[in-house]
C-alpha cells in the first residue's frame, strides 16, 4: 500500500495482491456535504476490496504452490536425470571390469586347457611308446629264447664260438690270446681252438701275405657269469688283461638289435611311417 498527504489525492495500491482501490477526498470539502451516503460507499468499497484482497492473497498462495511444484519438479526431474547419467557411468565403469576379469579368466582356462590337451597327447605318445618298447623287447625275448633253442644242438653252437673266437682274434691281431667263457663250454672250446688257430693263420695270410700265428688259451681260473652271460660266447683278453674284446652273443643280440630297431618298428608298427611324414610337414610354429 501507498498513502499519500491528507490534502492531495490519496491513492491506495495493492498492486498485484488486492488490485487499485481509489478514495478520493478533495480539498476544501466539507466532510459532511459529503453526507452519510458517500460514507456508506466508501466503507462499502472497503469491505469489498478486503474480500478481494483475500481473493488475491489465495490465488497468489496458489500460484506460489503452483511454481514450487513446477520447481519441485524440475528439481526432482534434474536429480534423476544426473542420478541416471550417474548409474549410467558407474555401470560402463564395472561393465569394463567385469568383461576385462572375463578376458582374463577365459584366456587362463584356454591356457589351462591347452596345457591339459597337451599332457593328456604326451601322456598318450609316453604310452604308446611304452607299449611298442614293450612289443620290441619281446621280439627280442623271442629271438633269445630261439637262440637257446637252436644251440642246444651242440653242433650249432660250436659253429657259433667259433666264428665268435675269430672275429676277437682278427680284432686283437696278438700272438697270444687269453680266452673267458662259460664253465660248461670248457670242454667245447677246447675242441676248436685247433680250428681257430688254423683258419685265422691262414685268413691272415691270404690277405696280408704275412704270417702270424696266435695261441690261444683257456681262463679256467675266471669264468663268464651265467646271469649275465645266458646265451653263450666269450671274452678275449691279451697283455696281461689289459685288452679286453667281448664278444659274448647275449651282447651280439644287443648290437643287433640296437642296429634293428628302426626297421622292427616299422615293420611292427606301419602308422610310424605315416606319424614321421605327419611331422615332417607340420608347420613350425614361432613366437
Known amino acids: 500500500f501507498f498513502f499519500f498527504n491528507d490534502t ?12 487499485s482501490v481509489r478514495c478520493v477526498q478533495e480539498t476544501g470539502i466539507n466532510a459532511e456535504y459529503m453526507g452519510k451516503k458517500q460514507s456508506n460507499q466508501c466503507i462499502n468499497k472497503e469491505v469489498m476490496n478486503d474480500q478481494q484482497a483475500e481473493q488475491r492473497i489465495q490465488q497468489l498462495e496458489s500460484i506460489i504452490r503452483e511454481e514450487a ?3 519441485r519438479k524440475d528439481i526432482e526431474d534434474k536429480c534423476k536425470e544426473s542420478y541416471d547419467l ?13 568383461r576385462q576379469e572375463f578376458a582374463t579368466k577365459l584366456e587362463k582356462y584356454a591356457i589351462q586347457q591347452r596345457i591339459r590337451r597337451s599332457a593328456r597327447i604326451n601322456n598318450a605318445r609316453l604310452e604308446k611308446m611304452r607299449a611298442r618298447n614293450q612289443m620290441i623287447e619281446k621280439v627280442k625275448e623271442e629271438v633269445k629264447s630261439r637262440l637257446l633253442q637252436s644251440f642246444k644242438d651242440e653242433n650249432k653252437y660250436k659253429e657259433a664260438l667259433k666264428r665268435v673266437i675269430l672275429q676277437g682274434m682278427i680284432r686283437l691281431l696278438e700272438k697270444k690270446v687269453t680266452i673267458k667263457c662259460l664253465q660248461k663250454d670248457v670242454n667245447l672250446i677246447e ?6 688257430e688254423r683258419e685265422f693263420e691262414e685268413l691272415v695270410k691270404n690277405n696280408t701275405k704275412f704270417t702270424l700265428k696266435t695261441t690261444l688259451e683257456i681262463n679256467k681260473n675266471d669264468f663268464l657269469n651265467p646271469n649275465f652271460c645266458t646265451i653263450g660266447g666269450v671274452v678275449l683278453t691279451c697283455r696281461n688283461g689289459n685288452i679286453v674284446c667281448s664278444n659274448t652273443l647275449d651282447q651280439r643280440l644287443e648290437l643287433c638289435y640296437q642296429d ?7 615293420t611292427m608298427f606301419p602308422d610310424l611311417k605315416v606319424e614321421e611324414k605327419e611331422r615332417k610337414v607340420a608347420p613350425v610354429h614361432t613366437h
Open 260 to 266: 634293428s630297431i628302426p626297421d622292427v618298428r616299422v
Open 191 to 196: 675242441k676248436v681252438i685247433p680250428e681257430c
Open 86 to 98: 550417474e548409474v549410467e557411468k558407474i555401470k560402463k565403469v564395472e561393465e569394463v571390469k567385469i
Open 8 to 19: 492531495a489525492t490519496t491513492e491506495i495500491y495493492t498492486e498485484q495482491i488486492v488490485g
Open 69 to 71: 511444484r513446477d520447481k
